[in-house]
């Protein structure tokens, strides 16, 4: 190559490279503009708000949505709450998921194939949502914590992806190699299936805690007892009580009018501010688990 093609080649180059980082700043304000505009509504004024003046950074700082948030006595018991059920649901989930995509991943497990088709199955065809209400309330689960946790125990989209992990990271010389110095299924499994795991166990993690962390709409079906409540239920009800306080059915006038008027403008702040107390936590744990989370969505999805 001579000089001359060296450098069509360095400044094709450039200008490729020029392209993608513009392409990348262009998706980067996409992605950053809302979270900024959610984050400066939620401590602007809420007249400022409603009526557009706020563009980007906040009008007006004020920190009434948030105190009328966390008012809400059941709100730190609808946080308490929902970390149990998070722990304990992803607890259930990866003991579940994680030895089922290990013997799925093995050729010699006797029925592999029946069960794999067997689960792919429940992909297309479910039983619906009045069977499964009646399924839980007839084994006695309403109102009870195992209603947010058992009927959700695993997912056959992520057992898929713990079982092509197992398949394409670990060689199969190494569980061999224990096998011949006389180590069992269950020895095998915990000593160095799981060391090696960890991937996918925290990608797993991530992916069940995050359901479990959002998940409603079990919680609007199975529990009455507001003191059971998550904190996703907790939200919904003040987001809810905001907007029936904020929306009279009869007409006003004075003081009365103007008191709702203010609440209304209110509870355009508070609908921000909700957003940024239901994602705080997994925004602040995500930085820990996304060594993992990268490592193990590009391990266990490159090859069927």
């Known amino acids: 190559m001579n000089i001359k093609q060296r450098r069509r080649v360095f400044h094709s180059d450039k200008w490729f490279n020029a392209l993608v980082n513009t392409c990348l700043v262009i998706v980067l304000?996409?992605?950053?503009?809302?979270?900024?505009?959610?984050?400066?509504?939620?401590?602007?004024?809420?007249?400022?708000?409603?009526?557009?003046?706020?563009?980007?950074?906040?009008?007006?700082?004020?920190?009434?949505?948030?105190?009328?948030?966390?008012?809400?006595?059941?709100?730190?018991?609808?946080?308490?709450n929902t970390i149990f059920y998070t722990l304990l649901?992803?607890?259930?989930?990866?003991?579940?998921?994680?030895?089922?995509?290990?013997?799925?991943?093995?050729?010699?497990?006797?029925?592999?194939?029946f069960f794999t088709n067997l689960m792919l199955v429940t992909m297309f065809i479910s039983g619906g949502?009045?069977?499964?209400?009646?399924?839980?309330?007839?084994?006695?689960?309403?109102?009870?914590?195992?209603?947010?946790?058992?009927?959700?125990?695993?997912?056959?989209?992520?057992?898929?992806?713990?079982?092509?992990?197992?398949q394409t990271s670990i060689p199969d010389e190494i569980e061999e190699a224990a096998m011949m110095d006389g180590a069992s299924y269950l020895t095998r499994f915990f000593t160095i299936i799981l060391p090696l795991s960890k991937p996918i166990i925290a990608v797993m993690a991530l992916f069940y805690g995050v359901g479990h962390w959002n998940s409603y709409f079990n919680a609007?079906?199975?529990?009455?007892d507001r003191d059971k409540y998550p904190l996703q239920m907790v939200l919904r009800e003040i987001l809810v009580l905001q907007d029936l306080s904020s929306n009279p059915t009869m007409q006003m006038t004075g003081e009365m009018a103007e008191f709702l008027y203010s609440q209304q403008q209110l509870g355009q702040v508070i609908k921000y501010g909700v957003m940024i107390v239901a994602t705080l936590p997994l925004i602040m744990v995500y930085p820990f688990l996304q060594k993992y989370f990268v490592k193990g969505v590009m391990l266990g999805s490159v090859k069927g």
């Not at 809302?34 to 003046?53: F, H, N, R």
């Not at 948030?66 to 946080?79: M, V």
């Not at 992803?90 to 050729?107: D, E, H, Q, R, W």
């Not at 609007?220 to 009455?224: A, C, D, H, R, V």
């Open 29 to 80: 304000i996409i992605i950053l503009y809302p979270l900024l505009y959610i984050v400066s509504a939620s401590v602007s004024d809420p007249i400022a708000v409603s009526s557009g003046e706020m563009l980007l950074f906040p009008r007006g700082f004020t920190l009434e949505g948030y105190k009328t948030i966390f008012q809400n006595e059941y709100l730190w018991r609808g946080y308490a």
């Open 129 to 166: 949502l009045i069977p499964s209400y009646l399924l839980v309330t007839r084994m006695g689960l309403g109102n009870t914590v195992w209603a947010l946790v058992l009927p959700n125990a695993a997912s056959v989209y992520n057992i898929i992806v713990t079982k092509t992990f197992f």
């Open 89 to 113: 649901g992803t607890s259930i989930n990866l003991f579940v998921t994680i030895p089922a995509g290990y013997a799925l991943s093995k050729p010699h497990f006797v029925g592999r194939g």
């Open 220 to 224: 609007l079906l199975y529990i009455s």
